[in-house]
């Protein structure tokens, strides 16, 4: 049901999760509340939404994704 991806960003993943959520309304978890290293930057996804909302979804955190490039 979860997905853990890495990021490689100058910044923590809760500041990822934060601005991720206030930008786009598209919530996801900072992989550090799951028990990750610290420091490794990871945020959980769920996969239960429908298709048509996970690629709404995924589509806009790949334009976010493009502001830390």
């Given at each position: 049901f979860?997905?853990?991806?890495?990021?490689?960003?100058?910044?923590?993943?809760?500041?990822?999760?934060?601005?991720?959520?206030?930008?786009?309304?598209?919530?996801?978890?900072?992989?550090?509340?799951?028990?990750?290293?610290?420091?490794?930057?990871?945020?959980?996804?769920?996969?239960?939404?429908?298709?048509?909302?996970?690629?709404?979804?995924?589509?806009k955190?790949?334009?976010?994704?493009?502001?830390?490039?």
């Amino acid at each position: 049901f979860y997905a853990f991806p890495k990021i490689d960003l100058a910044v923590s993943d809760q500041k990822f999760v934060s601005n991720l959520i206030h930008e786009t309304g598209v919530v996801v978890v900072p992989g550090a509340g799951f028990g990750q290293k610290p420091g490794t930057k990871h945020f959980r996804i769920v996969f239960l939404p429908e298709e048509d909302i996970l690629k709404q979804a995924y589509k806009k955190i790949k334009q976010f994704m493009v502001k830390y490039k």
